[in-house]
């Protein structure tokens, strides 16, 4: 999966202009649809992912058969039907409001949260007259933005449903907004969308995987009003949006036309008093999203009170974004106690690389731009920079630091792994910071034991592995920054996973592998995604590194002896010259 450039905003296609662009989709669909005809698709599972598979677009009129409550029905027969018919997202759930009293079906709000379930629920009576216990075992939920939050382990949720008569009849009185679906009848009516929003300097794309009801008519008007609304919370403050605060649609609408022109009403007044530079960031940050959600659309349109807005001329066009920056093909490893270069096939020393061997080198890490190198010496808790001709010099002292991790602004990373939550960031490119580097003290950190810390391609994010107590978490949060240096960490996104993993690394812009290690026993590899289930791959015996390129079919694994590559899912010793090889970043 490699990266892409998107460039900044479209001009008006000419007729030629536009079928030609509509049948380079079409091809780039055929190709999409023959590359994943190649995977094995799993089934069922919590939310995450595997990488060659692309998110489906649903239609929710997929047969979900509903039932209006029959005469003389049970309370708990009124329950489960109103439990049932959440699956009525075509018709504004019609059915489900039948279930509750007249006032009630009026206020019930269904797009409040979405709980997702497993197998089946159980109704008891509650400890007060004509209440009722809905006990479900949760596997995740999703808010009305579409953020979805993955459960970990085992987790039961209590629901009070409150029952009244009405012309004799048992009806629902009182119940929480949002609705209840099994796990199953989640993955039919809903698809995982990428909105992408700006890092801090507007380079780099950065998706953010919302849950949207798969609505076929309405979903370049959900994935543009849950843009408008805002990053998801372990976003906010680490990327930005090129639309204003308080900016939204004037109508309820984002009609797409046949030739895949979406046009775009926004509130006139703050549309106009925007720059023509900011708009087209706007126009360039919707085209990205609603192109890789929906292949129909070729081109968006701003639009105040009806009226297209100036959006400048090629003059006035800002700098392209990045989408899914890719990595340089080849990894840095250690050889015989120095830092090498591996291409896949060939091992290189590093022309005008010191010899780093009296400080005993593990796990390295190399700039995006391959000329600034770092290393943990010894017992892991100094890290070292190094690069062509420059002497390797103390950059980070800690307590059972991680590896290091470049940023692709060429900030050097590392967390104390002595649960004292410390985060310790610099550039190793100034001297002074070198000398003063920046220490962060995270709170959701302090107390657990950080393994593995990752910077992810578009710089905005950090993937952390950590654990406490024997349970282990595998942590997203966005950078909060100042200019260019890092202030803090977002409260977490933690994604589901099994075992008791220690180690992580990104795959891509929205997937991780992530593993135990051992010296002798066999360990998976598993892929974590926002948007597919996750995806163990072969056992392997002794792993104690990963590394990983883009996407799944670039993952490593490393023993005390031998390098593997995965191909077709098993392993593949492709060299047994090198240890804790890994790509930039």
Not at 334 to 357: C, H, Q, R
Not at 413 to 431: F, H, K, Q, R
Not at 469 to 485: N, Q, T, Y
Not at 542 to 549: L, R
Request: net charge negative.
């Amino acid at each position: 999966m490699s990266g892409s450039v998107i460039a900044g905003p479209r001009r008006r296609l000419t007729g030629a202009q536009r079928h030609w662009r509509m049948a380079a989709v079409a091809v780039a669909a055929v190709v999409l649809l023959l590359l994943s005809a190649c995977a094995v698709i799993p089934t069922h599972g919590s939310v995450g992912k595997s990488d060659p598979l692309t998110p489906r677009n649903n239609e929710v009129n997929v047969g979900l058969q509903q039932f209006a409550p029959v005469e003389g029905a049970s309370p708990e027969s009124i329950i489960r039907g109103f439990v049932d018919s959440g699956t009525g997202l075509s018709d504004d759930f019609q059915y489900a409001r039948q279930y509750l009293t007249p006032g009630l079906a009026q206020s019930w709000a269904p797009d409040k949260r979405t709980l997702v379930y497993k197998d089946t629920f159980s109704v008891t009576p509650g400890s007060e007259k004509d209440t009722f216990q809905l006990k479900f075992n949760v596997v995740s939920s999703v808010d009305a933005t579409g953020v979805l939050t993955p459960v970990q382990g085992s987790k039961t949720e209590n629901l009070t449903i409150k029952m009244v008569q009405v012309d004799g009849e048992w009806r629902i009185s009182q119940t929480p907004d949002g609705v209840m679906l099994t796990e199953a009848t989640f993955q039919t009516l809903f698809s995982p969308i990428s909105l992408y929003f700006y890092d801090p300097t507007f380079s780099n794309g950065v998706p953010d995987v919302r849950w949207l009801a798969g609505r076929s008519s309405r979903t370049a008007t959900a994935i543009v009003k849950a843009m408008l609304a805002g990053p998801a919370p372990y976003l906010q403050g680490a990327v930005v949006s090129a639309f204003p605060n308080g900016i939204a649609l004037e109508r309820d609408s984002v009609p797409v036309s046949d030739a895949g022109v979406a046009k775009v009403g926004l509130t006139a007044q703050l549309l106009l008093e925007t720059s023509v530079k900011q708009r087209q960031q706007m126009q360039t940050q919707l085209m990205v999203t609603l192109q890789k959600s929906l292949n129909t659309v070729t081109e968006v349109q701003l639009l105040a009170d009806d009226r297209e807005v100036d959006m400048g001329g090629t003059v006035d066009a800002g700098k392209p974004i990045t989408i899914d920056n890719p990595v340089p093909s080849a990894q840095v490893a250690v050889a015989k106690n120095e830092l090498v270069t591996f291409d896949g096939t060939k091992v290189s020393a590093i022309p005008g690389m010191p010899s780093v061997a009296s400080l005993l080198p593990s796990v390295p890490a190399m700039s995006y731009s391959g000329t600034s190198f770092a290393f943990r010496s010894g017992a892991g808790n100094q890290i070292y920079a190094v690069g062509p001709e420059l002497a390797p010099t103390l950059a980070i002292s800690g307590v059972s630091l991680t590896a290091p991790s470049f940023a692709p602004n060429g900030w050097l990373w590392a967390a104390a792994g002595d649960g004292s939550g410390t985060i310790i960031a610099l550039n190793p490119n100034d001297g002074a910071t070198l000398e003063k580097p920046v220490v962060l003290t995270i709170p959701w950190l302090v107390g657990q034991e950080v393994t593995s810390l990752r910077i992810s391609r578009d710089g905005a994010r950090v993937l952390i592995v950590s654990h406490s107590e024997g349970e282990s978490l595998v942590s997203i949060a966005g950078i909060i920054k100042a200019a260019d240096i890092p202030k803090d960490l977002t409260t977490p996104l933690n994604l589901s996973h099994t075992g008791a993993p220690t180690l992580g690394v990104w795959t891509g812009e929205s997937s991780v592998a992530v593993t135990a290690t051992s010296t002798t026993a066999a360990v998976n590899i598993e892929i974590l995604d926002l948007a597919l289930a996750p995806v163990a791959l072969e056992e392997l015996s002794g792993i104690e590194w990963i590394s990983a390129g883009s996407g799944v079919r670039n993952v490593h694994a490393q023993t005390a002896t031998q390098y593997y590559s995965n191909a077709a899912n098993s392993w593949e010793v492709i060299s047994k010259e090198i240890r804790y090889a890994s790509f930039a970043g």
